[in-house]
Nanobody
Framework: VQLQASGGGLVQPGGSLRLSCVGSGFALDFWSIGWFRQAPGKEREGVSCISSTDGSTYYADSTKGRFTISRDNAKNTVYLQMNSLKPEDTAVYYC??????????????????WGQGTLVTVSS
């Protein structure tokens, strides 16, 4: 049972990337999935999540209107579409299972699963 995050890379400010979180060994549609990021010297931040119960979503204020989270259950994948990227979006991005509150964001527990992280660098 594992999650694999991918899709990071180097992009210029204003550009776009789509991150993928693929589950293996279990069906992601039964799980709420969160995306997190951690920039050098900063604490980990919950960026977005999507609930398994009703598909409700959460976005951090810094990403609203620019990021979109979605599922493709046939591919057992959760995506994070990131548009209008800014240098401050530079971080390692992780996906994880856990709770998802539309009000407060993703909340993984001690026994939830994490992907390995994918680096997003926004720079000219």
């Amino acid at each position: 049972v594992q999650l694999q995050a991918s899709g990071g890379g180097l992009v210029q400010p204003g550009g776009s990337l789509r991150l993928s979180c693929v589950g293996s060994g279990f069906a992601l549609d039964f799980w709420s999935i969160g995306w997190f990021r951690q920039a050098p010297g900063k604490e980990r931040e919950g960026v977005s999540c999507i609930s398994s119960t009703d598909g409700s979503t959460y976005y951090a204020d810094s990403t609203k209107g620019r990021f979109t989270i979605s599922r493709d259950n046939a591919k057992n994948t959760v995506y994070l579409q990131m548009n209008s990227l800014k240098p401050e979006d530079t971080a390692v991005y992780y996906c994880a299972t856990g709770l998802c509150s539309p009000a407060t964001g993703p909340f993984p527990g001690d026994h939830d699963y994490w992907g390995q992280g994918t680096l997003v660098t926004v720079s000219s």
